[in-house]
């Protein structure tokens, strides 16, 4: 089946540092991936659309020169947080579906990037 | 305002009984439904779905039921299995979106 591969699974790193993380569709191609993230005991919530070859698209309330995205190809999408705070630290997944399948089909999702901040 | 909400945090079974996780969708323009299941510190992994030109769709053990008029659906897993144990979450999307819009997921514990 289609596979979402998330890196890295953990980071920790210090306050006022950068984190990337990658994400990546290493069967299909993806023009859209998306970037959730989770606080304990919540839902997903959506963060922002990664759009191959343009802009993401970023959900209200959050910060876009904060959450870098790129989408520099058709299988990767990285996001970047700049100058990490301890209350960025979270749980962030990435998913994908796999454009050249049409309409109504499933999403897959990485493994997700636990984040630490200290 | 949350537009797919799962109102039972968590859910409790017996091994071989069955589980009925239950979601309500408040937009009418859902027209594709799916299912995941997610273990801690892991990204979820699809389930089922439903398109809403149907009203069921089963997958082995795995039965997806969608009431259109009471923009309600239902997960069913029958016989539940202690490995069933994970939080299931409820999406939605429309018009061929690719947008999911998740509901707050329901904690599912399959004792054996």
């Known amino acids: 089946g289609a596979v979402v591969s998330q890196h890295p699974s953990w980071v920790i790193c210090k306050s006022g540092t950068s984190v990337k993380i990658e994400c990546r569709s290493l069967?299909?191609?993806?023009?859209?991936m998306f970037w959730y993230r989770q606080f304990p005991k919540q839902s997903l919530m959506l963060m922002a659309t990664?759009?191959?070859?343009?802009?993401?698209?970023?959900e209200q309330g959050v910060e876009k020169d904060k959450f870098l995205i790129n989408h520099a190809s058709l299988t990767l999408s990285t996001l970047t947080v700049t100058s990490a705070h301890p209350e960025d630290s979270s749980f962030y997944i990435c998913?994908?579906?796999?454009?050249?399948?049409?309409?109504?089909?499933?999403?897959?999702f990485g493994q997700g990037t636990r984040l630490t901040v200290v | 305002d949350q537009q797919v909400k799962q109102n039972s945090p968590s859910l409790s079974v017996q091994e071989g009984r069955i589980s009925i996780l239950n979601c309500d969708y408040t937009?009418?323009?859902?027209?594709?439904f799916l299912w995941y299941k997610k273990y801690p510190a892991e990204g979820p992994t699809f389930l089922i779905s439903?398109?809403?030109?149907?009203d069921k769709n089963e997958d082995g053990r795995f039965t997806v039921f969608l009431n259109k008029s009471a923009k309600h659906l239902s997960l069913h897993i029958v016989p539940s299995q202690p490995g069933d144990s994970a939080v299931y979450f409820c999406?939605?999307?429309?018009?061929?979106?690719?947008?999911?819009?998740f509901g707050k997921g329901t904690k599912l514990t399959v004792n054996p």
């Open positions: 069967d299909f191609q993806a023009t859209t």
């Open positions: 990664s759009n191959e070859g343009s802009k993401a698209t970023y």
């Open positions: 439903i398109s809403s030109i149907k």
């Open positions: 998913s994908a579906r796999d454009s050249l399948a049409g309409m109504n089909t499933e999403a897959f």
């Open positions: 937009n009418s323009m859902f027209d594709y």
């Open positions: 999406a939605a999307s429309e018009g061929g979106s690719e947008k999911l819009v």
